[in-house]
C-alpha cells in the first residue's frame, strides 16, 4: 500500500478520501492562507484564481515536507476558491460576509477551483512535486432571504470556499454543476490519479 499524507485541515476532503477507499495521514500544514494571498496578489494583481489555489496548494504541502513523518509517503496539498464575477472568493468566516456573498450567488453561476500539489517523498532525498488545477461550473439555486438566512445560521458557509458546499447542508441550493463534482468538495479524485500515475502510483495502491 502506497502511504498518502494529507496535508489539509478540511473536513470534506478527509471524508472525501475515506469514502473512496483511501485512509490518508492527516498533517495539518504550518501556512498562513490569508497572508499568502495577500502577498501573491500584491505581487501580481492579475493572479488568476487557478493560480492562486495552485500556489496555496503547493504551500501546504511543500510546509509538511520535512516532517519525519512523511518520509516515504506522498504528500497532497490542497486549496479551492470561487471565482464568481470578477472575484476570486474563499471563505467568508463572518456570518454579515456570508450573508452579503449569498445574495449576489442567489440564481448566479460561479466556477468553483481546487488546486492540487503532489510530492513524491518517498525519497526524503528528492522530493519531487507536481500541480494540477480542476475547475467545475456550478449554478446557485434562487434563494428567499429567509433560506439564506437560515443556512448561513448553520455555520456551515462560514468555513468554506465560496460559502457553499455540495456534500453537506448547501448541496440543497445548488442547481446543477457542469464537471467533476469532487472538484466542489476540494480535492478531485481524478486529479489525484492522474498525479500519482505521473509518479508511477498504481492509483489502487491507496487503497485501505
Known amino acids: 500500500m502506497t502511504r498518502l499524507v494529507l496535508a489539509s485541515s478540511s473536513p470534506a476532503r478527509l471524508a472525501l478520501l475515506r469514502s473512496a477507499g483511501i ?3 492527516v498533517v495539518l500544514p504550518n501556512t498562513d492562507e490569508p497572508a499568502l494571498a495577500a502577498k501573491a496578489r500584491t505581487e501580481n494583481p492579475n493572479l488568476s484564481a487557478q493560480e492562486l489555489v495552485g500556489l496555496l496548494a503547493k504551500a501546504k504541502a511543500e510546509s509538511v515536507l520535512h516532517e519525519l513523518s512523511t518520509e516515504g509517503a ?10 464568481f464575477q470578477g472575484e476570486i472568493l474563499g471563505k ?3 456570518p454579515k460576509v456570508a450573508l452579503e ?10 466556477v468553483l477551483h481546487s488546486g492540487h500539489y503532489l510530492i513524491d517523498n518517498r525519497d526524503p532525498a528528492n522530493p519531487v512535486g507536481a500541480q494540477m488545477v480542476s475547475s467545475t461550473k456550478v449554478f446557485f439555486s434562487k434563494l428567499s432571504k429567509q433560506e439564506i438566512a437560515d443556512y448561513v445560521a448553520t455555520g456551515e458557509p462560514l468555513k468554506v470556499a465560496g460559502a457553499f ?22 480535492l ?13 502510483v498504481h492509483y489502487p495502491s491507496f487503497w485501505r
Open 101 to 110: 456573498r449569498w445574495a449576489k450567488l442567489s440564481g448566479n453561476v460561479g
Open 23 to 25: 485512509e490518508p495521514e
Open 165 to 186: 458546499t455540495i456534500d453537506g447542508l448547501g448541496g440543497a441550493f445548488i442547481d446543477r454543476i457542469e464537471g467533476d463534482s469532487h472538484t466542489v468538495v476540494g
Open 92 to 94: 467568508p468566516h463572518e
Open 74 to 83: 506522498l504528500i497532497l496539498g490542497g486549496d479551492s476558491a470561487l471565482e
Open 188 to 200: 478531485s479524485l481524478k486529479v489525484l490519479r492522474e498525479l500519482a500515475a505521473g509518479f508511477g
